[in-house]
């Protein structure tokens, strides 16, 4: 029988073995090739043409989502598994709007990677138990664009960074600041937004992308 060929797109090394060493003992899926960022995942793909994607959602260079703009506009027939640790409907919104079959939680991936590629490879769409049947996200309060009003040029910038789910450390070498000074911004972003909590910040720039 032949195995499919999976690309493994993770930035972390660890993550990345222990996804191979899950598909290695299959029967019937082999690794084609790992990358560890978003642009050397698209060279992997235009080289190789593999089966199936793991591609980690946040990554440097390219974020997931782009590396999925690219596939779905240069080889549709990729199945395509959104690796990520966020497990929020606007993230799982915008995968299936780009024709993600696969929504795994890099926390259920060692119990489930094989069952979500068989769903895959079946043709059928996976999301990780943990999620369930995401709610379908509501529309944004009308007093979004007034409370991003509030933000400065840079602030804002900052913030279109954020819904992409990249770091601090990441934003700060994309945009030439340093760390203190992002994490800075963030903190007043939150409070001009009347954000509070953890993630508060990350889940509104992703639900207000379109603004931003």
């Not at 996804?19 to 995942?41: H, K, P, Q, T």
């Not at 703009?69 to 915008?94: F, G, I, N, S």
């Not at 602030?155 to 990441?170: D, F, G, M, N």
Request: with cysteine.
């Amino acid at each position: 029988m032949n195995r499919l060929a999976v690309l493994i797109a993770d930035d972390h090394p660890m993550m990345r073995r222990g996804l191979r060493d899950i598909v290695v003992a299959s029967d019937g899926y082999r690794v084609a090739a790992e990358a560890g960022d978003g642009r050397s995942a698209i060279r992997q793909l235009e080289l190789l043409r593999p089966d199936i994607a793991l591609i980690d959602l946040a990554m440097p260079e390219l974020d997931g989502f782009a590396v999925v703009e690219w596939a779905r506009a240069h080889q549709p027939e990729l199945r395509v598994v959104m690796l990520t640790m966020y497990a929020d409907a606007a993230y799982l919104e915008r995968a299936r709007a780009l024709g993600v079959q696969g929504y795994l939680l890099k926390d259920d991936a060692e119990d489930e990677l094989l069952r979500c590629l068989d769903v895959v490879a079946a043709g059928d769409n996976y999301v990780s138990p943990s999620i369930g049947h995401a709610p379908v996200r509501p529309p944004p309060p009308p007093d979004a664009a007034a409370r991003l009003a509030r933000l400065t040029p840079a602030q804002r910038a900052i913030l279109r960074h954020v819904a992409e789910a990249r770091t601090s450390k990441e934003i700060a070498r994309a945009m030439g600041l340093s760390y203190r000074t992002v994490q800075n911004h963030r903190a007043h972003m939150a409070e001009a937004l009347g954000l509070s909590g953890p993630n508060r910040l990350l889940d509104f720039a992703v639900r207000h992308r379109d603004l931003l």
